[in-house]
Antibody, heavy 121, light 110 residues
Framework: QVHLVQSGAEVKKPGASVKVSCKASGYTFTIYYMHWVRQAPGQGLEWMGLINCSGGSTSCAQKFQGRLTMTSDTSTTTVYMELSSLRSEDTAVYYC??????????????WGQGTLVTVSS | QSALTQPPSASGSPGQSVTISCTGTSSDVGGYNSVSWYQQHPGKAPKLMIYEVSKRPSGVPDRFSGSKSGNTASLTVSGLQSEDEADYYCSSYAGSNIVVFGGGTKLTVL
């Protein structure tokens, strides 16, 4: 059974960085891509980016370029998402999601439980 | 990388059918058979309901179906049940390893 377990809630000040982890189990970690999706309070889902869990190559939405870093540790089957230069608009629940389908993955069949990141002075 | 367009709300009575639309462009919805739909209940993670336009994961009731015509995809929920009340999001592959979501539709079962 696939499990994606994320790290706990974070409170950060504007300008700081946050790093969220997503521990995967129950499947062969290296043959799937992992994506990150966020949801601001009361808002919709927003795709952030993806990482190839085997090779570590990444792709991200234009609005996060330069601020978003995604890494993969195959020894612990964990992916990480680090967002820098935080502002209040980055307050959201951040989800990791395992991707299936062609290219780097086009749909998400399993999701983490979400990590609330609050940015406040 | 603009968001796909969904109606903010939809509703139907128990037993009825409701269809939610998802409009994109030829660069996303119209260009790939890679539209998926997610159901999200309050405080929960999204759940995959439809993938690759019309395929249902195991465990998803066949009351849920998907289709696509041109740049618009649709999710139809037949035989509405109270537990179908949730937010629904479409997403599409948009080329170059980019995925885009719709703004979401709140489905109310009257």
């Amino acid at each position: 059974q696939v499990h994606l377990v994320q790290s706990g809630a974070e409170v950060k000040k504007p300008g700081a960085s946050v790093k969220v982890s997503c521990k995967a189990s129950g499947y062969t970690f290296t043959i799937y891509y992992m994506h990150w999706v966020r949801q601001a309070p009361g808002q919709g889902l927003e795709w952030m980016g993806l990482i190839n869990c085997s090779g570590g190559s990444t792709s991200c939405a234009q609005k996060f370029q330069g601020r978003l870093t995604m890494t993969s540790d195959t020894s612990t089957t964990t992916v990480y998402m680090e967002l820098s230069s935080l502002r209040s608009e980055d307050t959201a629940v951040y989800y990791c999601a395992r991707a299936r389908g062609i290219y780097g993955g086009t749909y998400f069949d399993d999701w983490g439980q979400g990590t609330l990141v609050t940015v406040s002075s | 990388q603009s968001a796909l367009t969904q109606p903010p709300s939809a509703s139907g009575s128990p037993g009825q059918s409701v269809t939610i639309s998802c409009t994109g462009t030829s660069s996303d919805v119209g260009g790939y058979n890679s539209v998926s739909w997610y159901q999200q209940h309050p405080g929960k993670a999204p759940k995959l309901m439809i993938y690759e336009v019309s395929k249902r994961p195991s465990g998803v009731p066949d009351r849920f179906s998907g289709s696509k015509s041109g740049n618009t995809a649709s999710l139809t929920v037949s035989g509405l049940q109270s537990e179908d009340e949730a937010d629904y999001y479409c997403s599409s592959y948009a080329g170059s390893n980019i995925v885009v979501f719709g703004g979401g539709t709140k489905l109310t079962v009257l």
